[in-house]
Structure formats: C-alpha cells, structure tokens
C-alpha cells in the first residue's frame, strides 16, 4: 500500500441502509478526514480526527459518525443513508493538524442512494 | 466566515495559449493556501502550499502567487495534459481545517 486507499470504490445503496466507507494510510499520518465534493459545492469536511483516539465535526456531520480506533483507519458511517448522501466522498490525511499541513487524499468513493 | 471563491468555472485554451486562474479569499488569518490538481475520477492532487503574501512556487508549466486576497495559478504554455480541475483552500485556524473553493475546470485543447 502506498498513500491513502479507500473502498468500495463505487457503491449504490437503497435509502436507509446502514453504509461504512473505509479509509486506511500507511504514511503514519497523525491526522485524517473525510469529504464529500458534490457539482458547484466543492469540497466540504464531513469529519476529521486529529490523532488516534479523537474525532471531530467538521462542516457537513449531520448523518454521519466516524471512528478512530489506530493510526491507520479512519472509517466513515452512514447509520441510514438518505438520497442526499449521494456524493463522492474523499478520505484524507496529514502529518498533523497544527501549523502549515498538507493534506494527501484517497482516490475517493462514489456512493449513489436510491 | 471564511470564503474561497475561484474564477473563472471553466476555461478553454489552445495549446500554447498561457493563462491565469484566480482564488480569492476571505479569512481571518491565512496560515496557508494550497493549490490542487484533480483529475476526472480521482482524488485531488497536491501541487503547492503559499505562506504569505509575495510568495511564488513553480512546477513544471504552473506558477503559483499569493497577496493578501488572491492567489494565481499561471499556465505557461500549457498542454493537453494540463487538462484537469485546479482547486485552492485556505486554512485558517491553527488545528488545519482547510476551506476548499468550487475549483477551475480547464481544458487544453492540441
């Protein structure tokens, strides 16, 4: 593995069902988020998580919950997807949050709700 | 609240024909403006991180400037491979969070 690797890669999903994105980095980077970019809105943050152990909301969390039990994985939940989570959506991650930080991202997944 | 605005949507050019994009923001302290590249089913790319004002980075046919409202991305000459949606985002606050603008969709024509 090298970078950030996300699955699935494309998902279609019936309106309410239970959904887990996964998110996973070899780059031992301290920090990692989730987005999601739709036509004309660009890229909004979902989540992030500063470092193992700690998660936080960030622009758009409603319907949605992560967890960050190592370093490595980041997953992204969606309890009971609803047809407005029809997006792409981008993990991301950096060396750390504080100062000047680059972030890196995942080749993203597209998840279609019906 | 922080604002990123980037112009024009989308532009057109033929190879060879140099041009510029524009990001303008609106923040309360900028630590950073990054600069990305994405291509037609992946995920962004990073080209360049500016820190204050006056700042200039290049890559290859890419130029990238700050002030203290807007950034540019020059296209020197640029080729079809150039193709692709240019993003900025600010940050802002000090824990990173970046502020992403709707991206410049530009198409390089041989």
């Known amino acids: 593995i090298a970078g950030i690797t996300q699955a699935p890669t494309s998902q279609i999903l019936a309106a309410g069902r239970r959904m887990t994105l996964r998110c996973t980095q070899d780059?031992?980077?301290?920090?990692m988020y989730w987005y999601r970019q739709d036509l004309g809105l660009g890229l909004r943050l979902i989540h992030y998580?500063?470092?193992?152990?700690?998660?936080g909301k960030g622009e758009v969390p409603d319907g949605y919950s992560v967890s960050r039990a190592n370093t490595d994985d980041f997953p992204l939940t969606l309890a009971s997807a609803v047809p407005s989570q029809t997006s792409v959506y981008f993990c991301a991650s950096s060396v750390g949050t504080g100062g000047y930080n680059e972030q890196f991202f995942g080749p993203g997944t597209r998840l279609t709700v019906l | 609240e922080d604002q990123v605005t980037q112009s024009p949507e989308a532009l057109r050019l033929q190879e060879g024909e140099s041009s510029s994009l524009n990001c303008s923001y609106t923040?309360?302290?900028?630590?950073?403006l990054f600069w990305y590249r994405q291509d037609p089913g992946k995920g962004p790319e990073f080209l360049f991180t500016l820190y204050s004002a006056g700042e200039e980075k290049e890559k290859e046919r890419l130029k990238a400037t700050l002030t203290k409202k807007e950034s540019f991305l020059h296209i020197t000459a640029p080729k079809p491979e150039d193709s692709a949606t240019y993003l900025c985002?600010?940050?802002?606050?000090?824990?990173?969070?970046?502020?992403f603008g709707a991206g410049t969709q530009v198409v390089v024509t041989p």
């Open positions: 985002a600010v940050q802002a606050s000090f824990w990173g969070k970046l502020q």
């Open positions: 923040v309360s302290g900028l630590r950073g």
């Open positions: 998580s500063n470092t193992a152990g700690t998660t």
């Open positions: 780059m031992r980077h301290n920090a």
